[in-house]
Every structure is written in C-alpha cells, then in structure tokens.
C-alpha cells in the first residue's frame, strides 16, 4: 500500500524527490529517511578541538560579527588553534586543499558524502596543505580522523601576529553560508 507522507524538506528538495516523487507518494518499501536536524546533535567534529573565538583586540569570533568595520558581516565562525597542530577533518566525504585565488590563504573544502547531512559544504581557512597532499587533488576524508591540515600561524598570512591563533570555519546549505555555530558546538 502506498504511504502519503507530508514533505519535510520543503518543495524542490532532491532528497524528498528521490523518495516520494514529486506527488508525496512513498515507494513500496521504502526506507522513510529521517533528516538530520541540528538541534537533534552536533553533526561535525571540531578540526582542533578548541572553543570559539569570543572578542578580541581584532574583533569578534561569531557568525555575523561586523568586518571592515561594519561593511561586511562575519560569514563563519573562528575556533581557536594552536600554531602547528593537527587538524581533522570535520566530515566524511570528500576534500580539497587550495591557496584561496583571492585571499591568497591555505584553505580547504569538504563536501559531505552522506546524502542525509543537508550541509552541501564545510569550507575551512587557515589550514596549512599536508605535506603528501597535492593542492586542487580531491581526497576521501573520515570525520574526526583524517589530518586535513595543519593550523596556520596567522601571522604568516598577514594578520596582526598578536591576533588569537584560529581557523575560519564556513557551513553551506541550500547555496547559502549559515551560522555553523549549532553543527559544532551543539544547540
Ligand atoms: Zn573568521
């Protein structure tokens, strides 16, 4: 008997279209896949381990803080690092470590493999390319295992040298950055 089930994506969503069809109606037997909220659990590992960046003498660590003195606002969050340490990878899936065209900083993106994670994408910078990694060469990646890096020394990169050692952590979904916050450090 097929099942009508109410769409918990929201129009358009390939997820839903894959299961239901474009009428609602559940395939025979189908396995009702259950999207993954983030204020059920934090979906990612942190890649160092450390809190997030609160105020500092060179600004604000948060999603939205003001940037260029309020022209722009904060498009990520910043976790703090120690110069040198290991990162891992917050996701599984797949990675590519890069110089930023513009920025012209190490950086690194990770596209999930999970299909039932809604995050399109975690874009990190300020992560130093492994020494066996070739630049622009997609790699697979575990969360919470796999070195994708290691943490800049800011200072290198033209920041002030005193500014608080961390990375800047981007969280994609539906084309747009949101506030990675609740993916890595909970509700
Ligand atoms: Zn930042």
């Known amino acids: 008997m097929a099942l009508k089930f109410k769409n918990p ?18 395939l025979e037997g189908a396995v009702i896949p259950i999207k993954r909220n983030i204020t059920d659990v934090s979906l990612l590992f942190n890649p160092s381990g450390g809190a997030l960046r609160g105020q500092d003498a060179y600004g604000n660590g948060h999603f939205g803080a003001p940037r260029s003195g309020g022209a722009r606002k904060h498009m990520g969050i910043d976790i703090l690092t120690i110069v040198g340490q290991d990162l891992v990878s917050p996701v599984t899936g797949k990675a590519v470590n890069y110089i930023g065209s513009s920025s012209g900083k190490p950086m690194i993106d990770i596209t999930p493999s999970d299909s039932a994670i809604e995050i399109e994408k975690v874009r990190i910078l300020y992560v130093n390319i492994p020494s066996e990694i070739n630049a622009w060469s ?9 070195l994708i890096g290691t943490a800049a020394n800011l200072g290198d990169l033209g920041y002030p040298k005193d500014i608080t050692p961390h990375i800047h952590v981007q969280v994609m979904i539906g084309g747009k950055w949101v506030d990675p916050t609740p993916y890595f450090f909970g509700p």
């Open 138 to 146: 997609p790699y697979t990646v575990i969360g919470g295992k796999t």
């Open 9 to 26: 994506w929201g129009k358009g969503n390939r997820e839903f279209d894959k299961w239901f069809g474009i009428n609602g109606t559940a």
